[in-house]
C-alpha cells in the first residue's frame, strides 16, 4: 500500500462545478504539500500546510491530522484548473527535500 | 530570478551512454533533490543534499551519482544508462528550517529516453 493515495485519479468536470480532490496518508508527516502539473510542464506549489485550513483565490486546502486526510477544493472551476494535482508529504524531522508522493489526479474542466 | 533550471529538456540516450543531467537554482536553497516521474506511479527520490559537500540516497539510487560541490548546482549523472532509466526527471530546491518544511521549487523537468 502506497503511503500516499489519492482519490479519485481521474477528474472530469464542467466549467463552475466545485471540485474535491483527497488525499489520505499512512505515516506521521511534518507537513503536506499540494502541487500543480501542467501538461508538459514543470510542477508548481500550490500550498504546504500543517494544520488547519488556507486558501489562495479559487482554492481551498484542508487538512485532518488525526484522520491522517486533507483535501483540495477549487470553486468555480475553469478550463484552466485542467492539470494534474499532486499530493505530497514530508517525513518528520525532515525538511522539504525528502518528500513522499501521491500518484496524482487528472482533472480536465470542461468549458 | 531563474528559479529551478534543468538542462536539457529532452535528451536520448543509447544504452550503455552515460550522461549528466545538469540543475542549478539561484535561491541560495540549503536543500536539493532529485526525483523521477514514471506513468501511474509517484514521483520518487533518487538522490538528494542538504547542503554542500553533503549527499545522500534516496528511494532509487541505483545507477545514478550525484555530487554537491556548490550550493547552486545539484548534478545527476547516469553512469550506464539503461531503458528503466527511461523517465522524466525532476530536480527540486527548498530553504532548509530544521525540522520544518519549506515550500518546494521544481524544475520543468528533462525527459529522458533509453533506447
Known amino acids: 500500500k502506497n503511503e500516499v493515495e489519492q482519490s479519485p485519479q481521474n477528474l472530469t468536470a464542467q466549467e463552475g462545478e466545485f471540485i474535491t480532490i483527497n488525499c489520505s496518508y499512512s505515516?506521521?508527516?511534518?507537513?503536506l504539500h499540494w502541487l500543480q502539473q501542467h501538461p508538459g510542464g514543470g510542477i508548481v506549489s500550490l500550498f504546504m500546510?500543517?494544520?488547519g485550513k488556507k486558501k489562495h483565490g479559487r482554492l481551498i486546502a484542508t487538512i485532518n491530522i488525526q484522520e491522517k486526510h486533507s483535501s483540495l477544493h477549487i470553486t468555480a472551476s475553469h478550463p484552466r484548473d485542467s492539470a494534474v494535482y499532486i499530493c505530497?508529504?514530508?517525513?518528520?524531522?525532515?525538511?522539504?527535500?525528502?518528500?513522499?508522493f501521491g500518484k496524482g489526479t487528472k482533472l480536465t474542466v470542461n468549458p | 530570478n531563474a528559479g529551478v533550471t534543468q538542462t536539457p529538456k529532452f535528451q536520448v540516450l543509447k544504452t550503455g551512454q552515460s550522461m549528466t543531467l545538469q540543475c542549478a537554482q539561484d535561491?541560495?536553497?540549503?536543500?536539493m533533490s532529485w526525483y523521477r516521474q514514471d506513468p501511474g506511479m509517484g514521483l520518487r527520490l533518487i538522490h538528494y543534499?542538504?547542503?554542500?559537500?553533503?549527499?545522500d540516497q534516496g528511494e532509487v539510487p541505483n545507477g545514478y551519482n550525484v555530487s554537491r560541490s556548490t550550493t547552486e548546482d545539484f548534478p545527476l549523472r547516469l553512469l550506464s544508462a539503461a531503458p528503466s532509466q527511461t523517465s522524466v526527471y525532476f530536480c527540486?530546491?527548498?530553504?532548509?528550517?530544521?525540522?520544518?518544511?519549506?515550500?518546494?521549487?521544481f524544475g520543468q523537468g528533462t525527459r529522458l529516453t533509453v533506447v
Open positions: 527540486a530546491s527548498s530553504y532548509s528550517r530544521g525540522a520544518l518544511n519549506t515550500e518546494a521549487f
Open positions: 505515516v506521521g508527516i511534518s507537513a
Open positions: 500546510l500543517s494544520s
Open positions: 505530497a508529504v514530508g517525513r518528520p524531522g525532515g525538511g522539504s527535500e525528502k518528500l513522499v
Open positions: 535561491m541560495n536553497h540549503e536543500y
Open positions: 543534499s542538504v547542503g554542500a559537500g553533503i549527499t
